[in-house]
């Protein structure tokens, strides 16, 4: 079975304390509580603007986009793909693969905003999804994982479907591509890989690199499978 990690993903709550000092407070607007509100670019331009690294926040339209492409395909229908979301914040949010994800981007914020103040969804009963403070390397310490490849533009130049195919014959594969727009993977993240890929000599948005990863897998997977 094959894990997907979305690591260092754009998705967040408004920060409270936003100066390096943490003592700068964003006041919170009447009535509306800051702690549960969804960092989005087209709405908190200014907030964004006095964080670290903003390039890669306020995006979570491509946790969302991401996640739809991970969740619809055969691979992950067929309980052959787990799936994971590591925050910019260090979270993890865990996706039961029987999860259907609202297609409107409204809903999948609310459902965020949901997750973030309980922890889990749906709040009874046996949760699809679930988040914790964790960083990646302990996620992927507790997964184990037989090999780890990263994606990124500036891996080793190859196409997906041999790396896939590799990967294809072992017990615990894990892959980690980013769920940010803009800049690069940090040092933290990029040293648990084993292996760093570029599929393509230019950056391609999060969704695409896991669509022709997790097709790839799947070709060669389920084709097996089918044999058995
Ligand atoms: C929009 S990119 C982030 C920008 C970043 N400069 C980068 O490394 O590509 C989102 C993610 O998609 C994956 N990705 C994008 N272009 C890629 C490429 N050419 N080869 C392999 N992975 C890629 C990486 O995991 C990346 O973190």
Redesign the pocket.
Same mark, same amino acid.
């Given at each position: 079975m094959l894990t997907l990690i979305l690591a260092e993903s754009s998705l967040e709550t408004i920060p409270t304390r936003i100066n390096k000092k943490g003592t700068a407070k964003i006041p919170n607007k009447k009535g509306k509580k800051r702690d549960q509100t969804i960092l989005d670019i087209a709405l908190h331009r200014q907030i964004i603007q006095k964080l670290p690294n903003p390039e890669k926040r306020g995006r979570p339209d @491509?946790t969302h986009l991401s996640l739809l492409a991970a969740l619809g395909t055969p691979l992950n229908k067929q309980g052959q793909l787990r799936t994971y979301v590591h925050t910019i914040q260090d979270k993890i949010i865990k996706i039961d693969s029987k999860t259907r994800l609202p297609k409107n981007y409204n809903r999948f914020i609310g459902l965020m905003q949901q997750l973030y103040k309980l922890g889990k969804v749906p709040p009874e009963g046996p949760p699809l999804l679930t988040l914790e403070k964790m960083n990646l390397e302990t996620l992927i310490r507790n997964l184990k994982p037989s090999e780890t490849i990263?994606?990124?533009?500036? %891996?080793t130049p190859s196409k997906p479907k041999p790396i896939m195919n590799e990967l294809a014959k072992q017990e615990k594969p894990v892959v @980690? @591509? %980013? %769920?940010?727009?803009?800049?690069?993977?940090s040092t933290n993240t990029l040293k648990l890989a084993d292996k760093k @890929?570029?599929?393509?000599?230019?950056?391609?948005?999060?969704w695409i690199?896991v669509s022709r990863v997790l097709y790839c897998y799947e070709a060669i997977v389920l084709e097996k499978n089918k044999h058995k």
């Open positions: @491509i990263l994606f990124t533009e500036q %891996g @980690i @591509i %980013g %769920g940010f727009p803009h800049g690069e993977f @890929i570029s599929i393509y000599p230019e950056p391609l948005d999060t690199v």
